[in-house]
């Protein structure tokens, strides 16, 4: 199911990294919109989760579902899989305006909660999960992939933690994919459903700041979204861009797009540049272009010299292990419950307070260029 091409069905695949033994962690799934879901259930598998039962409203989806995890078996409703005893966590992918209320009831009925980004799609459903969190002590992780499920991400963070770069002061992002709008569904162009861009894939890169620099809050001070080329859709949003100062001072620029160009190798040239008082990294997440087609290459300049790694194979995916542990025993390393609905808080804040690039002015905004 990995797609370097299609950025909706890309799921990495690691080695097995068991941190449970067989039947310790099963787990239930409600909600196929989005491929990320065989990503999600991968790196839970590889960590030594089962994945025991399957729903959604479209059955050619539970059988696909069904050929990459043999384990699971179809429900014939959303009620049987909150009811299964056996299962402690319930994953989805979900169209986005609706994993927010499916969270709720997963919770409610007991059950951990394991969702793509992006989690929410308002202020309000971020709030009422916190609550339900905070009511139940359940967890609800959020699947930042772009972080979470790259090597050379994972990596970046360890140097930091070294000290490779000293104090980490500026994240420059960029998170561009390509739109293949002729398999997209209907949904994917209506910001009502997906959150518009900042949202949903800006949440990657809001994620990853918070994260590098180790900030537990951040102000939005300037964010734009606009539609430049598919004016077909004319809901959808093909550009956003934010500008963000962290609580202890750190600042973070994001461009995220749509505009992927058909002959780069792979479905997004995502990176992202992190300067430190002592050097700086810059991860190049899925391709190197015109050099090599493999992902994961991440370059370091500090003090001692420059380096360049290649990553792939070598890392591995500690979040998903440590999920599983902390459900199972209520602690919080893998991800804090406060940083994973912070990021999504943020994300949301970025989309409301955007400035809409008009039709008219992108027309001639591109003309003059």
């Known amino acids: 199911m990995s797609n370097q091409a299609d950025g909706m069905n890309y799921a990495p695949k690691g080695k097995p990294n068991k941190v449970v033994e067989d039947g310790e962690f099963s787990f239930g799934i409600i909600g196929l919109d989005h491929g990320h879901i065989y990503g999600m259930c991968y790196g839970l598998t590889e960590a030594g989760g089962q994945p025991v039962i399957v729903y959604d409203e479209d059955e050619e989806k539970i059988q696909q579902f069904i050929k990459a995890f043999p384990h ?6 959303e009620e049987e899989v909150l009811e299964d005893q056996e299962i402690k966590l319930i994953a989805s992918a979900s169209i986005p305006s609706l994993r927010g209320p499916l969270g709720l009831r997963v919770l409610d009925h007991g059950k951990n909660y394991f969702v793509d980004k992006p989690a929410f799609t308002t202020s309000e459903q971020v709030e009422d999960a916190k609550k339900k969190t905070k009511e139940t002590g359940l967890k609800w992780g959020i699947y930042y992939s772009e972080r979470l499920h790259v090597e050379s ?3 970046a963070g360890q140097l930091i933690d070294q000290g490779a ?3 980490v002061v500026q994240v420059i992002g960029t998170g561009p994919h390509r739109s ?3 398999n997209r569904p209907e949904w994917f162009f209506d910001p009502v459903y997906f959150g518009g861009i900042l949202c949903d894939i ?6 990853q700041f918070l994260f590098y620099t180790g900030a537990k809050d951040a102000e939005v ?3 734009k979204v606009a539609n430049y080329y598919h ?3 004319p809901k959808f949003q093909d550009f956003g861009d934010a500008t963000l100062v962290a609580d202890n001072g750190a600042t973070f620029y994001f461009r995220v797009d749509w505009l992927t160009p058909d002959g780069l190798g792979t479905w997004g040239d995502g990176r992202a540049i992190i300067l430190g008082t002592e050097g700086y ?3 190049r997440k899925y391709i190197d272009i015109a050099r090599s087609p493999s992902s994961n290459h991440l370059y370091l300049v500090n003090q001692q010299g420059e380096k360049h790694f290649e990553l792939s194979g070598k890392v591995g995916f500690p979040y998903f292990g440590e999920f599983i542990l902390d459900c199972l025993n209520g602690t919080e390393n893998a991800m804090s419950q406060e940083h994973a609905f912070k990021a999504a808080s943020l994300c949301i804040e970025a989309q409301e307070k955007a400035v809409v690039i008009e039709s008219s002015q992108a027309a001639s905004q591109i003309g003059s260029e």
Do not use: D
């Open 231 to 233: 004016k077909k859709y």
């Open 180 to 182: 293949n709008t002729k």
């Open 165 to 167: 770069i000293g104090r």
């Open 153 to 155: 991400a994972v990596f």
């Open 221 to 223: 001070l300037h964010s």
């Open 202 to 207: 800006g949440s990657h890169q809001i994620e």
């Open 281 to 283: 990294i810059e991860i």
């Open 72 to 77: 699971a078996r179809a429900a014939a409703s």
